[in-house]
């Protein structure tokens, strides 16, 4: 059977190898279902060839709990197998979902020098340590991976591992319900899993969010308590903090999603704390004139007329002031 190219060089380089690193930079659910894929078949590869098989899966911290893993546990979980690097030798490395290799050197994956192979769907930045199979047009990963590995002789998909696949396209194309879905590649590739045994509706139950309440109570509190409006500035100003988080049991995005619900006023910011330190968000509404890119000058940030950011030091009562501050210079001016 012809096989395409990027599978001869990519068999090339794992052919008589038998320990691997599966690394990636954020442990999603595609990262982490594409790690497990390529575990089972580099395991039944080497097999094959009748050599031992080692493999150590890398990640720069545990993955965030998700249904979608229990639904490819059958081959692997990711969130139960991925640890701090244990002394490992590897032959080849081979890094997952990644975009910029140097974000994943910045987060700590390890030097070694045997060959690396990227598989990704992400633009790649310069400087990638060997050979890059990316298909800028795939959904996610495991849709990169399922080309790479399909006709290759010999090998079947089991449901396992179809179903670990679907779950990385569901994940990452957010259930097919951003502009991804226009594209009929997303469909043919379902398909195929679906074709192979992936178990769909397990994986629609497990995409639901299972915290719908906690996401409701958070919202409540926030309108309750943590949202401070000027009408007459058009200003919307929202913040929460780390223990907020704790004890309404959401995730930061799940707080930011008032944004959304807030397009009805000009300027809308959000203050929290990110990777430890204090941070403000800026967006304007739908029908905003303001560039929120000026505002965030004001505080030594950046960005762009609909979107900019800083960071900061100051409280969130100062920062809700000096922004109705600037949001009135041009009238005293
Ligand atoms: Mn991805």
Redesign the pocket.
Known sequence: MERNKATLDFMRLVEGRQKFLLGTPDA?V??GA?QMKLRSFLNWYTKLQGISFQCCLWAPEPPRPNALFDTFSAIGNPLTEIGPLIPFDPEVCIVL?YGDWNRVKEKGFPEFAVPHIGI???PGKPGFPGLEIIDLDAA???CVLFDLLEDYRGYHISADVATCALA?LVA?TGRFGNKLMKKPKIYRYAASFEARGARTAEISIASLPHNTLSRLDALHLIRESRLQIDRELDFAFFWFTPDDLRSWDVVEEDCLTMFSYLMDFGVITAYYMKDGAWYCSLRPGRNSKVSVGTIATGFGGGGHTDMAAFSTNLQHEEIFLKIKKILREPETT
């Open positions: 999603d595609d990262a594409s979902d990704d769907h992400h996610s990963t495991t990385g990452d």
